[in-house]
């Protein structure tokens, strides 16, 4: 499979190093917020400006993502002060938060604004569950479109994305076993990680005896459903300097990139191959790096395949090899590469994608916020003991790479480095 | 004749502007496959949609094709979403590659319809049925009737078809 790829990697006007994460904000990942969207994203852009150092007057551009089932731009701005030169508010889930950063860095290099903060606030599991129970779950007639789907009890994500989770483990041995590692895995790392949702550490065992939801999904799994509000600030480089913390330099983005069909990804080429394999020859190029560069990685993990298929498609080994990457010690804390260091969305708390992101900024920093205690200097002193309860900062971190993924056909990216 | 108008207790009405898919159903009604095949480029496609997704082309004719083929991948739902599907599980989403067209346009291309599997009359298949099928499967088309103008296509295990010994399934049953 071959495709014409015209895109020059090699000219400044990529904006390597050129922008960068001054500042990032979360409420609370929990089930029950009761507080409205709009709360919940106030305190996350509200905190995402304190991190920066950065008062309202100094963002004037916001961006946010969300399912119909959030507040909007003018509603946060409104509360906190911020008159926006710029905003946009876009429709999407997973895939949108790298797209989202893309875009802030080219408004703002057209002029538009200086300072972007970007927001997902959502309640998804008190009032909007992506999963498909509640309001979802009702009755509602068939049309056209949807004879192909719901008609089928085709629906939820687990059931759209199921078939491609099937067919990799068909074309390439990969074992339940294997998979189940991931949530073992990110399960580790959230046990070093106060703010998340799920702490306990569980076995590939308690993955595999959990109960089917659709084949081959556990329901460990699938990602827990959480409320929550994060944000994050996207400046100049140069700006973020001044800023109050050390900044995460973005050296490429790739945005919701797609296989060909994103309207019905199984009707095209191999589906054990996930958009990733195209959004590879734009991220690596772009950023002047490869995978085998990066140190810590956030690979989506709606499920526990879909951080295994993008690692695999982005080139962290070979094809068909993903079940064995995931498996074999490399993505855990202490591993070569660990991956989703927050635990995730598997473990942390479900935000579409952005507080893997706000994870892989902290490992940059070099100051994630686990149990280690407080220096002198107000950054935390790390142990790099990763035993459970224990220290979650990976060492030396230079450069991060994130993995958004939408569906199968639909997938974003980012490198950012230290600065 | 009389008709249900709707399908597990979820009315059916497709809309008087989507022409394509009344055209694909109205088909099904007559349990006669038809795919748009383009007249520019003549590669078939599905589901059925207002341009061609290989050339771009408007110009398409309807052409009858086999309604045959083998199970590409699958997902078995237990735990349903849609109300209409509880009492049905588990059930299987299948993802049936026809045997008209395979491995074009591309070597790894195919016409793939979504359905779920079925007894010979069109019923959601038991769990013994289930476990008969996995990918290589060979099925073959059947239809459940809607109304005079839709029917919905769904797969049954092709009784003239020689199956593979043992087909691939999910490693735990």
Redesign the interface.
Known sequence: MTQKNDIDATSNKFLRGKYAIAGIGETGYVRGSGRTTKALGTEAVRKAMQDAGLKPGDVDGMLSYSFNDSTFTPNIAGELGIRPNFYMDVYGGGSSIEALIGIAMGVIEAGMCNTVAIFRAMNGYSQVRIGGTGDRGAVRPLNGGSLFSRGYGLMSAGQMFCQSFMRHMYDYGTTPEQVAAVKAIHSEHASNNPKAYYQKRVSVDDVLSSRMIVKPLHLLDCCVETDNGTALIVTRTDRARDCKHSPAVIQSVVGRCCKPRPDMHYQSGPISTVAGHYAKDILWPNAGVGPEDIDVTGSYDAFTFTSMMQLEDYGFCKKGEGGAYVSDGTIRLGGKRPNNTSGGHLCEGYTHGINMVIENVRQLRGDVDDSCPMGSDGKRVHSFDYSEGGCRQVRDVELTANLGWGTPGLGSAMVMAKN | MSFPNE?L???????AL?H???AF?GYCAKHDLHLQQCNDCNLLR???TTAC?FCASPDATWTPVEGKGTV??????????????RQ?VP?L?L?VELDTQKGLP?A??G??M???LVSSDGQMATPEMIRQVG?GSRLRIVYKDIDEH?S?PLFTLDEQAKQPEKP?R???E
Not at chain 2, 9 to 15: A, L, N, R, T, Y
Not at chain 2, 75 to 84: D, L, S
């Open positions: 399908h207790g979820m009315p059916v009405k497709i809309d989507d394509e898919n009344r159903f599905y589901p059925a997704p590409y991948s699958y997902g078995e739902v237990h735990h349903a979403i849609q109300g209409a599907f049905h059930y989403l993802l591309g790894y291309d016409l793939r979504t359905a779920n990918i839709v919905i691939w999910y490693a735990i």
